[in-house]
């Protein structure tokens, strides 16, 4: 039986390097790469937090630039628990269909015209939350961060900014981590809303059915909420940890 699960775990950790073309060491030299090279990130350095030692990526998922200059910066907007699989291009087209599984097969960004706030049938706790997390979005050996390590992170101090362009962005630790404005996909209409002014980013904790963790931060109150809960078929953004 060990033996067996041992295999498993080599077969996993080499799918894993092969589909991403990356390992778990250190990245601090080289680039990270995903979609098959498409886009390429680098590791911030480590930030020292109360939830332990957190090493985020330089960009969000999608983005190609990390500069709060441009929209480049934004990203793509997920819908929660889905595999990067296009639906959260901010070209991709709309479907009112809810998948009946995990796996979505198209490229479509999910309307929740009943406001069931999920995309899938079926909620689905482990899509990106605990051991299996089967439709990681993130390069290999990256993830999802926790609430708490958002909470843990924001707790070093943190300044809502203004770019040149006008673009709203939050500043954490003295700009050790930098957050964009990239707004917000409505799973009611799949209509874009407060592109520059506010941000939405997910948490991989699972709070109740159709819900899961965020931390959202607006230019009005300059202020954020790390306590906030989203539903999952809406599109935010994500910044992935590296995993422990």
Known sequence: MNKIKYILILFLTISCCCVYGQGYDANFSKPITTENGKFVYYELPPI??????????DRNLGATSSSMETSDSWGDLYQWGRATDGHEKR?????????????????????????????????DDDLW????????????????????????????????KTSSSGYYYLSINNTQLILPSAGLRNAYTGNFQYLGTRGYYWAQD?????LSGCIDFNKNDITTNVTVYGFRAFGRSVRCVKDK
Not at 48 to 57: M, V
Not at 98 to 106: A, E, K
Not at 136 to 159: F, H, I, S
Request: charged share 20%.
């Open 48 to 57: 020292k937090t109360e939830a332990g030692i957190l090493i985020f990526l």
């Open 91 to 123: 070209l991709s087209d709309t479907t009112f269909l809810i998948s009946n599984t995990y796996d979505v097969g198209n490229n479509k960004f999910i309307i929740d015209e009943h406001r069931a706030n999920d995309w899938i049938e079926t909620p």
């Open 129 to 160: 939350n605990g051991d299996a997390k089967r439709n990681n979005p993130c390069p290999c050996g990256y993830r999802v961060p926790t609430q708490k390590e958002w909470r843990a992170v924001m707790d070093l101090g943190y300044q809502v």
């Open 206 to 210: 699972v709070i109740s059915h159709g």
